[in-house]
């Protein structure tokens, strides 16, 4: 099994800026993670994909945090972490972390299990 945890949420100002992290761990089990995508959930609303790095680090972002937020992976410490600078009220939301994990010879999806985060205007 491979737990992915995230960490980094919290209360912010408008304008201000937050970093989360996705960092991916298992007991004794060799993986190594592929494609990774960082979703959000406002209340009362669908999750939404928000930013995505390829395992190469090509990156995407939905056209509503373009600009303001980068997606960026540190292989070595099997963690990728999402930038997200001009917080807007808008951005609250319970954000997710999915990777794509290849445990030979299979690849698995894992979710990780959540980062609150809140911007007060």
């Known amino acids: 099994q491979v737990q992915l945890v995230e960490s980094g949420g919290g209360l912010v100002q408008a304008g201000g800026s937050l970093r989360l992290s996705c960092a991916a761990s298992?007991?004794?089990?060799?993986?190594?993670?592929?494609?990774v995508d960082w979703y959000r959930q406002a209340p009362g609303k669908q999750r939404e994909l928000v930013a995505a790095?390829?395992?190469?680090?090509?990156?995407n972002y939905v056209d509503s945090v373009k600009g303001r937020f980068t997606i960026s992976r540190d292989n070595a410490k099997n963690t990728v972490y999402l930038q997200m600078n001009s917080l807007k009220p808008e951005d609250t939301a319970v954000y997710y972390c999915?990777?794509?994990?290849?445990?030979?010879?299979?690849?698995?999806?894992?979710w990780g299990q959540g980062t609150q985060v809140t911007v007060s205007s």
């Open positions: 999915n990777a794509i994990v290849t445990i030979t010879p299979s690849t698995y999806s894992y």
């Open positions: 298992s007991s004794g089990i060799i993986f190594s993670i592929n494609n």
């Open positions: 790095i390829s395992t190469g680090g090509t990156t």
